[in-house]
T-cell receptor, first 113, second 114 residues
Framework: QQQVKQSPQSLIVQKGGISIINCAYE??????FPWYQQFPGKGPALLIA?????SEKKEGRFTISFNKSAKQFSLHIMDSQPGDSATYFC????????????FGTGTRLQVTL | DSGVTQTPKHLITATGQRVTLRCSPR?????VYWYQQSLDQGLQFLIQ???????AKGNILERFSAQQFPDLHSELNLSSLELGDSALYFC?????????????FGPGTRLTVL
């Protein structure tokens, strides 16, 4: 059972374009929503994260939009660059003292020149 | 470089064997996590330790076990290996192990079971 659904599976965007990746969740106990970026041969690295009490968070070219009622959140990469080519994972963590990251299935982004 | 180290980088073994993966967390981090990444299952949380104690358990098979030692390094033991255990195994660490603490991932150990 996939608790966090992510789409699309792959994405090709031209340099300077906007990349959009979407995620949806079912478990209302989820309380923290990070996005991870993974380059080939490397471990995932935290990109940006949001709590459900805000609807949007922006850090540089990266923005998370969060819709609590729809249980959906998305990552927008503005002015996409070839260096952004990587696999992106959305994730969710329930509130509490444990920290069980539940990942989406990943989106492979390719930014072309 | 995240500051999390994992050894070995690659491991090739046969079905039925047992292996141990090692992880050293970032300096000062008290919590260690183990994840498995495979093509069919994606990235899955296995287990979390905080200061030597198990804190959370995910989809970890009974053939797998882990522990965190007093110096805070951790080991993941995989036994009676099957072909399906071939995957990338990541260790991550965080300061307090709470939900909002950033998890820093190591470079992973690639396990191949033949």
């Amino acid at each position: 059972q996939q608790q966090v659904k992510q789409s699309p599976q792959s994405l090709i965007v031209q340099k300077g374009g906007i990349s959009i990746i979407n995620c949806a969740y079912e478990n209302t106990a989820f309380d923290y929503f990070p996005w991870y970026q993974q380059f080939p041969g490397k471990g995932p690295a935290l990109l940006i994260a949001i709590r459900p009490d805000v609807s949007e968070k922006k850090e540089g070219r990266f923005t998370i939009s969060f819709n609590k009622s729809a249980k959906q959140f998305s990552l927008h990469i503005m002015d996409s660059q070839p260096g952004d080519s990587a696999t992106y994972f959305c994730a969710a963590i329930p509130a509490g003292t444990a920290s069980k990251l539940t990942f989406g299935t990943g989106t492979r982004l390719q930014v072309t020149l | 470089d995240s500051g999390v180290t994992q050894t070995p980088k690659h491991l090739i073994t046969a079905t039925g064997q047992r292996v141990t993966l090692r992880c050293s967390p970032r300096s000062g981090d008290l919590s260690v996590y183990w994840y498995q990444q495979s093509l069919d299952q994606g990235l899955q949380f296995l287990i979390q330790y905080y200061n030597g104690e198990e804190r959370a358990k995910g989809n970890i098979l009974e053939r797998f076990s882990a522990q965190q030692f007093p110096d805070l390094h951790s080991e993941l033991n995989l036994s009676s290996l099957e072909l399906g255990d071939s995957a990338l195994y990541f260790c991550a660490s965080s300061s307090q192990g709470l939900a909002y603490n950033e998890q820093f991932f190591g470079p992973g150990t690639r396990l191949t079971v033949l």
